[in-house]
């Protein structure tokens, strides 16, 4: 676990005081926090991130990874990553993108491609063909409707009515961008949550 230093608390204390707001819109309250210990189930999605900004809309948590730079003058700003999205609703798992369009995924070992059904960031749906070996962890490629061609482990959880299950592990920057796309499409998607946020 992490320790704030007494500037570092004293910043976080002037960035989140409450403000004097009398409009009660249930719709648009929002609330942030900071979290200095992460849970277990965002570890390996958050990667190496000791400090994240919890901003809680709706049914959605974001967990903002955040570090602090000091500045020659000693002055903290933080830098928020981007962040991993939380749905809320049935349990605690990462928002899952339905209804993918233009996703694909290719098998490193046969060189085809196979159509993504849906996506989050620690997990996804693809339609199986027969050649795909079902039972062991594949390296594979990701691939954006950009173009953008993401490296990732595909870990098979179960297949039926030939759509398989799969969880999914990248690293480094293709988890970045993995979650940049999955943070974007749900801002689209759930944009009225997000228009009374200030910028």
């Known amino acids: 676990m992490s320790t704030l230093s007494d500037e570092e608390l004293a910043y976080f204390s002037d960035v989140f005081a409450p403000e004097d707001d009398s409009t009660d819109n249930s719709l648009a309250k929002h609330s942030l926090s900071v979290a200095t210990e992460i849970p277990q189930v965002l570890a390996h999605i958050l990667g190496n991130a000791k400090l994240t900004l919890l901003a809680e809309i709706s049914f959605y948590q974001l967990w903002f990874p955040l570090t602090l730079k000091q500045d020659d003058l000693g002055q903290f700003s933080p830098q928020l990553g981007v962040p991993e999205v939380i749905d809320m609703r049935g349990g605690e798992r990462s928002w899952r993108l339905e209804h993918v369009k233009n996703i694909k995924v290719m ?30 962890p594949h390296l594979t490629q990701l691939i954006l409707p950009n173009g953008v061609h993401l490296d990732m482990v595909f870990e098979p959880v179960r297949t039926e009515n030939g759509i398989m299950a799969a969880k999914i592990s990248a690293e480094g920057e293709s988890r970045e961008m993995l979650r940049q796309f999955l943070f974007s499409e749900h801002k689209a998607k759930y944009s009225h949550l997000y228009k009374n946020i200030n910028r």
Request: zero cysteines; aromatic letters at 4%.
């Open 107 to 136: 098998d490193n070992d046969s060189a085809k491609y196979v159509e993504v059904l849906s996506l989050s960031s620690s997990g996804m749906t693809i339609k199986v063909p027969q050649e795909l070996n079902a039972k062991m």
